[in-house]
């Protein structure tokens, strides 16, 4: 038996932590946009527009939810060496670039008579990437030149969208992860539990891409 007077929504990020209203407040829905309302949500049944991440059937089953913005340095030059001067006075990173993510879960604790459940949870994951642009490739003579940007560019793009879905990847096991979550005794118990379990599993996946390696813009252009 249900005991209605009490449901609170615990809602917490990587950033802010956790915070909770016993007021009737929808989960956050998969398929909003409620992280920026001025980035569209990703449509994972279409082309994604920076990155083509690909999903298991356990994880769409998940149903992933997540925004992704590119944001591009513009570099300039007519030979590599100017290309490279120009890399690593623009882009961050030596000019290698970054990815940021930033991950929100939300669950929803209703008391039964077994102590204090999780009735629902959501998590979505807001993707940043900041990458060089060379737009006179296209008015290049220097075919060589172009293509050796080209190799660069396809396998930087790779790097970084492999830090964005170690993002996703997490938001979605932080999902299944609070919807597993058994009963506690009190909601303060639950949601101190949820709190921790799910800052442990984005540690984890910190922890994981820290050992991912940017190539080195040396080995494709000179």
């Known amino acids: ?36 309302n001025d980035t569209a949500l990703v449509d994972i049944s279409q082309p994604n527009a920076v990155c083509n991440h690909q999903f ?40 290698t670039g970054y990815t940021k993510w930033d ?32 737009p006179d490739q296209l008015f290049a003579t220097d075919r060589d030149l172009t293509d050796q940007w080209n190799r660069y560019g396809d396998t930087l793009r790779a790097h970084h969208c492999k830090h964005g879905k170690t993002g996703i990847d997490a938001s979605l096991e932080v999902k299944e992860a609070l919807q597993a979550m058994a009963p506690r005794r009190d909601c303060a118990q639950l949601e101190a539990d949820a709190d921790m379990l ?13 050992g991912f390696q940017p190539p080195d813009v040396t080995d494709y252009i000179n």
Do not use: H
């Open 198 to 210: 799910a800052r442990s599993i984005i540690g984890r996946y910190k922890q994981m891409e820290s």
């Open 1 to 36: 038996m249900l005991d209605v007077k009490k449901v609170c929504v615990y809602i917490g990020s990587a950033l802010i932590g956790l915070t909770a209203s016993c007021a009737p407040v929808p989960l956050l829905p998969s398929g909003s946009a409620s992280i920026e």
């Open 56 to 95: 298991s059937d356990a994880q769409l089953r998940l149903k992933p939810n997540f925004l992704e913005n590119e944001d591009n340095v513009i570099i300039a030059g007519d030979s590599g060496r100017e290309l490279l001067r120009s890399l690593v006075a623009s882009v961050p990173n030596g000019g």
């Open 103 to 134: 991950l929100k879960w939300s669950f929803e604790s209703r008391r039964t008579t077994k102590g204090c459940g999780v009735r629902g949870a959501e998590a979505q994951v807001l993707v940043r990437y900041k990458l060089p642009l060379w």
